[in-house]
């Protein structure tokens, strides 16, 4: 079975005071038995990476450029976020999908200049509402997979969440069935594509509204290896419980 993973993603919010929420979270957990990534603003990497040096937790982006460098401006390059003290970047979130217009192929050549810099990507897939109420969210699943992930992906430098769009920020999550079908879909396609021995080592993360109350509910689930969680990682009071829930089911 993969090595579990809570990875929490801060979004547009933090300022070096909201750091103080990383303390709170080594405190609470000296010696995880699962791995912690936190993914903070851009601005907050080195500070973040250098506030978890010596504890297990480590520090992730929310986006880069495809290229190595160049002339695009107000972009990052995956390097520069490895020299940052960045450890993976979460790529094709379906907010900067919706956002800023990223296909399945711009995400595609994100993760290979992830994987390039030696950063684990953290690579988002998920349907929309009106995807799944017309019945295509296997389809759109198995396209995002297809077409999103490059042919050198690996278990170790490729980490994929689910994370139906209609979930996000909302308060609501799929019925736990509907969780455990696009999980175990997800695990045939990768098995499929990469060989089963890969397959079955790709960390598999729901993503939506996960929550202290539905946490240990999700991780029952059969395939789902972890969760990348937005508004519940910006305190510690909630990301720690989601933490335990995850150590302990
Ligand atoms: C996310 O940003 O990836 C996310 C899942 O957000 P939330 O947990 O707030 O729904």
């Given amino acids: 079975m993969p090595r579990r993973l809570a990875a929490g993603n801060w ?19 000296p010696a995880p038995s699962v791995d912690l990534l936190l993914c903070p603003p851009a601005t907050l990497v080195t500070q973040a990476a250098d506030r978890v040096a010596g504890h297990p937790m480590f520090i992730g982006a929310q986006d880069c450029h495809p290229a190595p460098s160049g002339a695009h401006t107000g972009d990052l390059s995956a390097a520069m976020l490895a020299d940052a003290g960045a450890g993976a970047v979460i790529l094709g979130h379906s907010e900067r999908r919706e956002n800023h217009h990223e296909t399945n192929a711009l995400v595609c050549d994100k993760v290979m200049a992830a994987q390039a810099a030696g950063l684990i990507a953290l690579a988002c897939i998920g349907e929309t509402l009106e995807q799944r109420e017309g019945g295509q969210t296997l389809q759109v699943i198995a396209e995002q997979i297809a077409q999103s992930l490059p042919d050198g992906a690996t278990p170790e430098n490729t980490v994929i969440a689910y994370e139906p769009v209609w979930a996000i920020g909302t ?15 997800l695990r045939q396609a990768l098995s499929d594509r990469f060989g089963s021995g890969n397959g079955n080592g790709f960390r598999l993360l729901y993503g939506g509204s996960v ?30 419980p989601i933490i335990d829930a995850l150590e302990n089911t």
Avoid at 11 to 29: F, V, W
Avoid at 171 to 185: K, M, N, R, S, Y
Avoid at 211 to 236: C, T, W
């Fill in 171 to 185: 308060g609501l999550t799929p019925e736990i069935g509907q969780i455990a079908e696009v999980h175990d879909f």
């Fill in 11 to 29: 979004k547009m919010n933090g300022t070096r005071g909201n750091l103080s929420e990383l303390d709170a979270l080594m405190a609470r957990h």
């Fill in 211 to 240: 929550k202290p109350a539905n946490a240990a509910e999700i991780f029952g689930v059969d395939n789902v290896d972890g969760a990348l969680v937005g508004g519940a990682s910006l305190r510690a009071d909630d990301f720690s």
